[in-house]
């Protein structure tokens, strides 16, 4: 017979793992169905002096979520910002219309300079221009900079299609920026590609990976 429902008490469950079950209505138990949960790699892309990175293919009505992760994203230019943008054309274009908000946290190798703040300067109000993660970005040997992006329920036709990422980057000047971006394409089209690129200048290096959340 199959086991729904098992007694919490009963569990040697350490509190990182609790915060990965869900409750029943009784608070007594917990339905095994709602453990679980995975992520399907669907594509990876490497940057090789590429002035773009695009998925045209995988973004679609099999997931109601999709993570990209971008890892030693390395620019070819200094002081440059690496964005994104959304397609309603299966990457034909890209210049969906989005609003947005950022603010970040930094924190020099000096130790003379740290701040939390919102980035008025980053965010998007109704604009069809690239959306950044990072601002700023070195370009030597050993900078670089990591990070995701959710978004949700792109293939949704009534309402807009919202995102979220956080990412760190090593700024030109020697600071650690901790990143966080959210906002929504202002579309009821269904956003069916992403577009990575710099603000000026190729991607050197780095990779990013698709993956759909089951």
Request: charged residues 15%; proline residues 1%.
């Amino acid at each position: 017979m199959a086991l729904s429902k098992v007694n919490f008490n009963s569990l040697n469950v350490t509190p990182a793992a609790s915060k990965a079950i869900k409750f029943n209505s009784n608070n007594n138990g917990i339905e095994t169905g709602d453990i679980g949960g995975s992520l399907v790699l669907l594509s990876t892309q490497t940057a090789s002096s590429s002035s773009t990175i695009s998925f045209t293919s995988g973004i679609d009505s099999t997931y109601k979520e999709y993570i990209f992760k971008f890892i030693d994203i390395h620019p070819a230019t200094d002081s440059v910002t690496f964005s994104f943008q959304g397609s309603t054309d299966t990457g034909s274009s890209y210049g969906v219309t989005m609003t947005t908000s950022f603010f970040n946290a930094y924190h020099n190798e000096a130790d003379s300079a740290t701040n939390l703040g919102y980035r008025t300067a980053e965010d998007l109000a109704q604009s069809t221009s690239f959306q950044g993660f990072q601002s700023n970005y070195g370009n030597g040997n050993d900078e670089n900079g990591v990070g995701f992006l959710h978004l949700f329920d792109p293939s949704n036709t009534t309402f807009v299609k919202h995102f979220i990422s956080r990412s760190s980057n090593y700024h030109k000047d020697d600071y650690a920026i901790d990143n966080y971006v959210a906002g929504y394409f202002n579309t009821t089209s269904a956003i069916d590609a992403i577009q990575f690129k710099m603000s000026s200048g190729n991607i050197d290096s780095g990779t990013i990976k698709l993956y759909g959340v089951v």
